[in-house]
């Protein structure tokens, strides 16, 4: 089955930088790599996704890239806010009724 | 959007005993929702796949009959976790997919069992 892997667990960024989380994956079948914000006590919510053909794709102050090849995405957030503050999760599917594999999970924290 | 609305939000109840909870599809039909399981601090794990009108499918380590599946219709699945223990304790979310589009998740279940 699909496996993947997420980097860094913890990333503590000054508020206005830059913040990157990378993740892996195993499944070439993979299709379509989502990634989640969460508060605590509530449920994922949907921050930007990517399909395998496509390379990036970005929407204001997020973005995320696919390198299929090496079987990598990452996610970009620039001009960190203090909001932004949460766990992000990446994901990886192969579509249709398969369920989403899911990284460990990024606690990204925002210094004022 | 298309709207997964999960309930209970919360729900504590004692050890083997058994607890429903419900996810619906408010504006779309969904012949298959997704159930995950989160423990805390930890990333979500899928733990069935439910399937309208059918049997759902399980996976692997996960107890069919411990964790009942029903899809009776096309907008309401429901996990019961029967015969309840402390372990079994966690967050639990349901999911599905609108269209081929993207999952949409619950609010999520937060079940104490004490």
């Known amino acids: 089955g699909e496996n993947v892997e997420q980097h860094p667990s913890t990333l503590s960024v000054q508020e206005g930088d830059s913040a990157v989380i990378k993740c892996t994956y195993s499944d070439s079948a993979s299709n379509y790599f989502p990634w989640y914000k969460q508060e605590l006590g509530k449920g994922p919510q949907l921050i930007i996704d990517i399909r395998s053909n496509v390379g990036e794709k970005k929407d204001q102050r997020i973005a995320v890239t696919l390198n299929k090849t090496a079987k990598h995405f990452s996610l970009h957030i620039t001009e960190t806010q203090p909001e932004d503050s949460a766990v992000y999760f990446c994901a990886a599917s192969s579509g249709g009724a398969d369920g989403l594999t899911f990284g460990k999970g990024t606690h990204l924290i925002i210094q004022p | 959007g298309a709207v997964v609305s999960q309930h209970p939000s919360r729900v504590i109840c004692k050890s083997g005993t058994s607890v429903k909870i419900e996810c619906r599809s408010l504006d779309f039909q969904a012949t298959t929702m997704f159930w995950y399981r989160q423990f805390p601090k930890q990333s979500l794990m899928l733990m069935a796949t439910?399937?309208?009108?059918?049997?759902?499918?399980?996976e692997q380590g996960v107890e069919k009959d411990k964790f009942l599946i029903n899809h009776a219709s096309l907008t309401l699945s429901t996990l019961t976790v029967t015969s309840a223990h402390p372990e079994d304790s966690s967050f639990y979310i349901c999911?599905?997919?609108?269209?081929?589009?993207?999952?949409?998740f619950g609010s999520g279940t937060r079940l104490t069992v004490v």
């Open positions: 999911s599905a997919r609108p269209g081929g589009a993207a999952y949409t």
């Open positions: 439910s399937n309208e009108g059918s049997k759902a499918t399980y």
